[in-house]
């Protein structure tokens, strides 16, 4: 017996798989099933977060609807994925709430700290915020840097903590001591892995997405989205090391290091997450977890609006929209921040997890 509906279901596809066989070159799932003999919830919950939802397996399976076996892995194991995220978030309560509202969450957390940051600057002084300010400092007369500093480093390192409790809860429920997360050869292997994207291609053919017809495009917008992303990190953790090393003020001139880095990773973050909501419209419906659908559209949707928004105020800094815009833009960052261990970046943390443990399992072949 297992703790969900789903999971009794994702048994039953692993019991036929493993008995078949035919998919086991298309990605590290299926390799990792033949491992076992029986599944436990935490067995299913680590295969559901090593598939990548590349749907090949679908397309190739002689039992996919509408014979009646009805294997349809890609669907079974995204909704089982889904709900693993539930189940090991840390705390529990803001889980639920947000897998069921959460785009309106992010949009009223982006906006009521957008409407603080307005309130504070004006507070102080209103024509602070249509004023134009430029030079080192400017963006400190709509609100202090400790201010700043407090506020956003306060809210990061609680998404730190509660992404650090969920992976633990999910390390050990796969049946790993917590020490073995961090052996050198599986992190170097995961991280090349996870890096490529190596099993988002079907094999070597692609992702299965509209059609039958393998292509792409998904890979390459999950590389912008990621890469981007990585760029837009390396640029703030860089700025940050300019202000308290260097003794810095931002803004910087568009040829230095953290506004070439994080113009890069902005158009990288607004070219990717625009073509996975794309790509999402036209996905095979069957391939689709439709009652999470809102989960994803939140995450992809708060990624693009960070870079829309910086990528604006970067444009129109010496101008009197600067102020509007900074508040915004640190409204939409505020609010990524707090719904990242909620939504469906953990994705990315737990795929990563999972790519760690299989690593460690090859190396025992």
């Not at 609680?158 to 050990?172: D, E, H, N, Q």
Request: aromatic fraction near 12%; glycine fraction near 10%.
């Amino acid at each position: 017996m297992h703790g969900t509906r789903i999971l009794e279901e994702a048994d039953r596809l692993m019991t036929v798989c493993n008995s078949c066989r035919y998919c086991e070159g298309l990605c590290a799932v299926f390799p990792a099933m033949e491992m076992r003999r029986a599944f436990s919830d935490g067995d299913l919950n680590y295969l559901a977060n090593l598939c990548h939802g590349c749907g090949t397996c679908y397309t190739d399976c002689q039992f996919s609807p509408p014979h009646e076996f009805n294997v349809n892995v890609p669907k079974v194991l995204a909704v089982a994925r889904a709900e693993s995220y539930v189940a090991y978030a840390w705390p529990a309560a803001f889980s639920g709430a947000f897998a069921r509202n959460g785009l309106a969450i992010s949009i009223i957390a982006a906006l009521s700290v957008a409407a603080f940051i307005f309130g504070f600057a004006a507070f102080n002084d209103r024509q602070v915020l249509f004023g134009v300010h430029t030079g080192p400092g400017a963006f400190y007369h709509l609100m202090p840097h400790n201010a700043m500093a407090a506020l956003f480093g306060a809210v990061f390192l609680y998404a730190i903590v509660a992404l650090a409790m969920g992976v633990r809860a999910f390390w050990r429920d796969i049946g790993e001591p917590i020490g073995m997360l961090a052996e050198p050869r599986s992190l170097w292997q995961a991280i090349k892995d996870a890096g490529q994207l190596r099993y988002l291609d079907g094999g070597g053919v692609g992702c299965v997405n509209e059609d039958e017809r393998p292509n792409d495009r998904r890979k390459i917008y999950h590389h912008f989205t990621f890469y981007g992303f990585a760029l837009c990190f390396a640029s703030t953790c860089i700025a940050t090391l300019y202000h308290y090393l260097l003794a810095r003020e931002a803004p910087y001139p568009w040829w230095d290091l953290p506004v070439l880095l994080g113009t890069l990773g902005g158009i990288g973050l607004l070219i990717g997450p625009a073509g996975l909501l794309a790509e999402k419209w036209k996905r095979d419906p069957d391939l689709v977890d439709h009652a999470r659908t809102g989960m994803d559209v939140a995450f992809i949707a708060m990624l693009f609006m960070t870079s829309l928004t910086g990528m604006a105020l970067l444009l129109l800094r010496d101008t009197a929209a600067m102020g509007p815009l900074l508040a915004l833009h640190l409204g939409v960052v505020f609010a990524l921040f707090l719904t990242m261990p909620y939504g469906k970046f953990v994705h990315g943390i737990y795929r990563y997890v999972a790519l760690v443990r299989y690593a460690q399992e090859r190396q025992t072949i």
